[in-house]
C-alpha cells in the first residue's frame, strides 16, 4: 500500500465470521499492507455486533490476531465506536494493541495547523428522530451496566430483538432521513473550528466540498466494506484522498 509517514481512515467494515467470510478475508489483506503506516483509525463500527469483552467473538479470531500484528509493528491503533459495536471496551482495545476513544468526535490534526474531525457519522443523522431516541439510550451507562449483567444467552436474546426491531423500523424509513443533515455537519465543523470533516456509517462513500463564508470545508464519507473492496481515506501528510481497497 506504500504507507510510510501515511494515516489511514476505515469504517463500517461490519465483519461477521459466518455471514461475510469475505470481507474478513479483505480485512486480514488490508491490515497487512498497511503496515508501514503511522496510524489506522477505525470510526466504528469494527464488527457487525460486539455483545461485550466477555463475550468477545472467537470467529474472528484472525482478524483481531491481523489487527493486532499491524499494531505491534508500530502503526498506532485507534478505534471509535459505531451503532453495532458502542460495547468495545478496553479489555478488547489492549487485546489488539489499540487506543479507544470513547468520545463521539477525535480531532485529528493535519500540516496546516487545524483539526480534521473524525466521528462514526449517526450523531449526524439528525433527521431519523427515532434512531437518535434509541441511540441516547444504547449508549446510556444505565442500559449498558443492564445489558452487560445478562448472560450470554440472555444478551444475544435482547440483541436479536433489538436487531429484528431495527430492520422492521427500516423499512418504513426515508433514505434521505438516514442520511447526515446538513445543519448538524454545518453545526458540528463551526464549534470545532474545522474544516474537514471524515466520518462513516451511511455507507454513502464521497468526497464532498462547499463553500460558505468565503471559506472552503470538505466533507469525506467513507464506504462499507464489500466482499472485494473497500473505500478507505489516506492522508499523506498534505492532503485527504478517498480511494479503493482490493
Known sequence: MGNDGHTLFIADLHLDASSRPDTCTLACRFFQEAAGADA??????????????????PGLASVFDALEQLGTSGTALHLMHGNRDFLIGETFAEQVSATLHRDDVKAFNVASGESALLLHGDTLCTDDVDYQKLRRLLRSE???????SLSPEERLLEAKKLRDASKAALADKQTEIMDVNQ????ALMQTHASHTLIH???HRPADHVWNSD???YRRLVLGDWQADHAKFVRYDGLDFTLETFR
Do not use: R
Not at 40 to 57: R, S
Open 142 to 148: 444505565l442500559w449498558q451496566q443492564q445489558f452487560l
Open 200 to 202: 462513516g456509517h451511511t
Open 214 to 216: 468565503d471559506a472552503s
Open 40 to 57: 489506522l483509525y477505525i470510526l466504528g463500527d469494527f464488527v457487525e455486533y460486539w455483545l461485550g469483552d466477555d463475550m468477545g467473538n
Open 183 to 186: 445543519q448538524a455537519v454545518d
